[in-house]
């Protein structure tokens, strides 16, 4: 990875701020009731009791972040691998730097992605002695003419949508875009609902000439 610091720190801060209350306290007004006080009011009952549980206290970081990596041959061939390569490690790296407590990496395939982890803090899933790193380039190396984007945002989406606790969401997608029109639609229709599902979906380009990112995410 990446020396992290060489790494824009504050840039990073103004896409993933603290957002996220770390404490609760009781309150006598909210909608989450703490069963506790709630049996010690019935006990000893109090006027204005403090029942609820409110948010207070400094922000933490809430974040669920996939990133899906196109390992088609156009993203990967001698013009463009050293792009490509930079890419991704520039990307991981940055997710480390912030230790966000959600992260999926997702391996585009053809005809099925590979999933290389999910819903695993990004210090401990990007760390250097991490296993991701032996399985990632292992997959990168294999070629592939052409993978099925598609079917590896939709797979994606259904990680987000399992997850135990509830995230801001964001999903990166690192591709080239060049696709033909039918392929392209599939892709559009799950970034589609993967944006529906409230789910912020960047594509970033890899390559020599990733023209088709544009018109594929919002």
């Known amino acids: ?15 993933f701020r603290p957002n996220k209350a770390s404490t609760t306290v009781l309150s006598s007004t ?28 400094g922000l933490i970081r809430n974040y669920g972040v996939s990133v899906i990596v196109d390992p088609s041959l156009s993203c990967l061939f001698e013009l463009s691998a050293a792009h490509t390569m930079l890419t991704i490690r520039t990307v991981l790296s940055s997710l480390i730097a912030l230790d966000l407590p959600c992260f999926d990496l997702v391996v585009a395939g ?23 790193w032996e399985s990632l380039f292992s997959l990168l190396e294999k070629e592939v003419q052409k993978s099925d984007l598609a079917s590896a945002i939709h797979v994606a989406f259904n990680l987000k949508r399992l997850r135990s606790k509830d995230y801001t969401s964001f999903m990166f997608v690192l591709t080239d875009g060049l ?40």
Do not use: M, W
């Open 1 to 15: 990875i990446e020396n992290i610091s060489k790494i824009n720190q504050a840039t990073l801060e103004t896409i």
């Open 110 to 132: 053809n005809p099925q992605p590979t999933v290389l982890c999910s819903e695993v803090g990004t210090i401990r899933s990007l760390s250097n002695k991490s296993a991701i």
């Open 30 to 57: 909210g909608t989450e009731i703490d069963i506790t006080a709630l049996i010690l009011n019935i006990i000893n009952p109090v006027p204005d009791p403090l029942i609820y549980l409110e948010e207070k206290g």
């Open 179 to 218: 696709f033909e029109k039918s392929e392209r639609n599939k892709i559009l229709h799950a970034v589609n609902n993967c944006v529906q599902g409230g789910t912020n979906v960047f594509g970033i380009g890899l390559g020599a000439y990733p023209k088709g990112i544009e018109e594929l995410f919002p």
